[in-house]
């Protein structure tokens, strides 16, 4: 049955009173309500066209999904404690919803609004139910009056609109409750991306191009800090850290810019925060990835892995309280603060340092270059070589190459970026994950070493030469993207874009 949502600032009260003296309406009960809404940080269910929500008063507590057009429940239940994970959702039908769709993404409380319900009835004069008006008592914005037809009654709704429209102002909203109740607190659907979405001129002067791009990562850091000191998911300390990387990149690349002082002083705390958070990223991936790794070994070693599963999760724990306490510490306070200080500063203070007036596209084309060159050089000397060391600076020349493109993707044809953005992606992703399995194989060793069963260590060892051959299979696969990568073919492409 179609529910017509108006809006008005009448009371609910004065409505039904004008509305009896003309056809039969009372109120037939009222409540106080708390609504909350969840999505992840994200807004992952946002940009699926759904909104969660869970629904108190005093006599129960429900949570329900519904489509963002046209609000329309897809699946609810009660639930009085919401679950972090889609998974832990006991009601099968909403974790199969959410599953795809927020997957290792904690739910979290986006905002909460209070209101009172009045449940409305219409009747003929037969007192035969002819409609139920949902009224929705703000104090935030104006009033929502939901009407919805007794079956058989659609035709009579008319009557009802006719009559609220003479006695009161009532309009309609293309704004849901959610977004009204989102801008009430400063806040709007989809405020956080870690994406980078900045728009620079070629004639920018390098010194303001930069301070723009590091106040939209230090904008990221800060979002961040928060979920990576709680422990609420992985993806905040992944976000945390790409914007910590991003940073280092710059600093590293985009030297000259700002004073040499500055820039080492600064590039120095970032290194820090990269390196302290190491550890517990690499336990998280591995945890993360723990299931699909060893699912061909999980029944029959599974009295080794579920033992090996509570080591990484303990070392996970001990490593992610270090973590936690790092950014509460001054050192990391002081640091962050600095630099969004130095950020904020006038650029024409002081004396003009050597890049700083450049036009930022010269200089994009000068260190894209520089760095695409000595990507190549490393990655004919990792196909020659295969060492962990070789292809492990590789990995870092090739995200510090992607960095830059994508800081500077603004100012270069979209097609043919995008197109060397997609190359990067997929070697970084491919030498990700040989980083991955070579800290899989160091953590192993670690447990290992602590187990002395012959039993125990053989299954340890033929683990471990299984990463050794999962390896070795990513090594042929980066010895095949890279050669179609260097072609003089692509060479060229890359430099005529970089002019």
Known sequence: MKIIELYTAAKPEKLVKKLNQQIPTQILSTEYILKSYYDSFDWRLYKHQLVAEQIRSKQQSSFLLRNLDNQKVIAATDLKDIPKFS??????????ILEPILKIRALTKICTIDYDSYIIGVTDENGELIAKLTFEQYELFGNRLL???????????????????KEFTISTSKESVFTKALKAQGRKPKDYSPKLHIQL???QRADIACQSLYSQLLKTIKNNEHGVINDTDTEFL?????????????????????????????????????????DTRDLDVHLLNFQQQYQASLVKEKKVLASFHDFLATKQQQSQKQLADLLKSADYLTGLHEWEQFLSRNSDKGEPIKQAKTPIKK?????????????????FESLKTESDASLHEARRLIRKLRYLCEFFISLYSENKINSLLTDLKNIQALLGLEHD???????????????????????????????????????????????????????????????
């Open 87 to 96: 998974q832990q959702f006991e009601h099968q039908e909403i974790a199969d």
């Open 147 to 165: 009407l919805e037809a007794a079956p058989n009654q659609q035709k009579k709704i008319g009557k009802i609109i006719k009559i609220l429209k």
């Open 201 to 203: 001129t070629k004639s």
């Open 238 to 278: 992944h976000d945390f850290r790409t914007a910590v990387h991003r940073t280092q990149t710059g600093l590293r690349q985009l030297d000259n810019v700002f004073p040499e002082s500055d820039q080492k002083y600064f590039l120095k705390f970032f290194d820090w925060l990269a390196d302290i958070s190491n």
């Open 363 to 379: 200089l994009a084309d000068k260190r894209l270059k520089k760095i695409y060159l000595k990507f190549l050089i490393q990655g």
């Open 437 to 499: 399995l070579t800290m899989q194989i160091s953590h192993w060793t670690e447990f290992q070493q602590q187990h002395k069963n012959k039993a125990d260590a053989l299954i340890i060892a033929s683990m471990i030469d299984n990463l050794n051959v999962d390896k070795q299979k990513i090594n042929q696969e980066f010895s095949l993207l890279f050669t179609e990568f260097s072609s003089i073919k692509n060479q060229k492409m890359v430099d005529n874009l970089f002019n």
